[in-house]
């Protein structure tokens, strides 16, 4: 068996020396527990025409940089792997919508890297469009505006306010994960737990897995206690995922908001002990998913049922995108053991 060390114990994987697990995401691919299996919509290659027409609209694509991480990041086959059963003009508004975020993310990542003033007013100006409906004075605002059409247009009234609040939260834990960037000592393990639940950007989408249902969600089944315990479930377990594969990554670029970074740092061990240690904690959210979506399901409508099934998807497209996704590729240079 293969052991690692962490500054509490060793770790004995369950994989026998000699297995073939040369890499750090085979090391992933033999640990974590997926128990939802791998689907794609039909509709995802118009889809990624639509995402690339819709930022040259708006101009987003001529930025920087922008059509260089879009071709690594292939927002609409993530778009299409939590969503493989949505019709094409959902699929394009949740492909459009995971575009907006990576460049959204990215600008404010370049923005607040060494302090959260210069983010302000990229954030201003996307709470006054969320929430007042404001004018923009950006491209990435124009965007994000447009978006916000694309959602009010399709969605229920109730369903648009939903996604807008969800997106402000979103927007607002950029200003925390700058804040933790500028004075990594005082950060904990929790917090940046904490901070990547906000800025995850999965829970803006769960309103559009609402409107994918051929009912309206009851109020009573929006906001049953084990439905919102399942959101935050769901929601954690498709970001921790990407974190595994994004390791690397993040912390050749000198990141930390990420739960395996946060678990090295709590531990003192070696990036391979922490993915293990991320993966338990993904393995436990997933296992208590599946529980409490069996539990509750009797007593939801088929259109709650549905939106469990959404939220499912999203745990099941974020790992085969992660584990493929050129812009992800460095956890394949890394060795199973180090």
Request: hydrophobic share 45%; with cysteine; glycine share 6%.
């Amino acid at each position: 068996m293969i052991t690692l060390s962490t500054a509490h114990e060793e770790l004995t994987l369950g994989v026998p020396e000699g297995t073939s697990v040369p890499t750090l995401r085979d090391l992933i691919d033999a640990h974590l527990r997926m128990p939802f299996p791998l689907r794609r919509n039909p509709h995802e290659a118009e889809a990624a025409a639509g995402v690339d027409a819709w930022l040259r609209a708006w101009g987003l694509s001529e930025e920087p940089g922008v059509a260089t991480m879009i071709a690594r990041t292939r927002p609409a086959e993530l778009a299409s792997c939590i969503s493989a059963d949505v019709d094409p003009g959902l699929l394009q508004i949740t492909a459009n919508q995971i575009a907006y975020q990576f460049v959204f993310d990215d600008r404010a990542e370049d923005a607040g890297r060494h302090s959260p003033g210069p983010l302000l007013p990229m954030l201003f100006e996307s709470i006054a469009i969320l929430r007042d409906g404001r004018p923009p004075g950006t491209l990435l605002g124009a965007a994000l505006a447009d978006l916000h059409r694309q959602v009010r247009e399709r969605c229920t009234p109730a369903q648009a306010a939903r996604w807008a609040w969800k997106s402000r939260e979103y927007v607002h834990g950029l200003l925390y994960e700058a804040v933790a960037q500028a004075q990594p000592d005082l950060v904990r393990a929790a917090d940046c737990t904490s901070i990547r639940s906000l800025i995850a950007g999965v829970e803006p989408f769960y309103p559009l897995c609402e409107a994918a249902q051929r009912e309206e969600l009851s109020p009573a089944e929006l906001h049953h206690p084990v439905v919102q315990r399942l959101c935050r479930l769901s929601a954690d377990a498709a970001v921790w995922i990407p974190d595994l594969f994004s390791a690397v990554k993040e912390q050749r670029a000198g990141g930390m908001i990420n739960l395996a970074l946060a678990r090295q740092r709590e531990n003192g061990c070696s990036l391979q002990a922490a993915v293990v240690l991320a993966i338990r904690q993904i393995n436990g959210t997933i296992d208590e998913f599946q529980q409490l979506q069996a539990e509750v399901g009797p007593e939801l409508t088929p259109a709650g049922i549905g939106y469990l099934e959404g939220m499912a998807g999203w745990i099941s497209g974020c790992y085969h995108w992660s584990r493929t996704v050129p812009r992800y590729a460095d956890v394949a240079t890394v060795p199973a053991v180090s």
